[in-house]
């Protein structure tokens, strides 16, 4: 079993920024795939962006590329998403998910493990 836990959310205005931080527990998570997903009120749970295993590999959703950046740091279980750039349509609950098999996809069925989530405001 994997907890993942998501931490850094909160109101930021147009223009502003905020990272994102999520913690994994276990001792392989070096060779988990880690992504980011966003879901608005009202609308379905949306790519962010995903990291390898060994973080070698990013993709990134074209609403966020430019703006968005994830990177990770194995020795401290832990994977970042610096937002710059926010826009009141990135307003959203931020998740954090994890792939043991380090696949790395857009698909959140690829994904054994999720957080809870944490909310971005970006007021305008």
């Known amino acids: 079993q994997v907890e993942v836990v998501e931490s850094g959310g909160g109101l930021v205005q147009a223009g502003g920024s905020l990272r994102l931080s999520c913690t994994a527990s276990g001792r392989s998570f070096s060779r988990f795939a880690t992504a980011w997903f966003r879901q608005a009120p009202g609308e379905e749970r949306e790519f962010v962006a995903h990291i390898s295993w060994s973080g070698a590999s990013t993709h990134y959703a074209d609403s966020v590329k430019g703006r968005f950046t994830i990177s990770r740091d194995n020795a401290e279980n832990t994977v970042h998403l610096q937002m710059n750039s926010l826009k009141p349509e990135d307003t959203a609950v931020y998740s954090c998910?994890?792939?043991?098999?380090?696949?790395?996809?857009?698909?959140?069925?690829?994904?054994?493990?999720w957080g809870q989530g944490t909310q971005v405001t970006v007021s305008s």
């Open positions: 998910a994890v792939d043991p098999w380090g696949r790395a996809t857009i698909k959140t069925s690829e994904y054994d493990y």
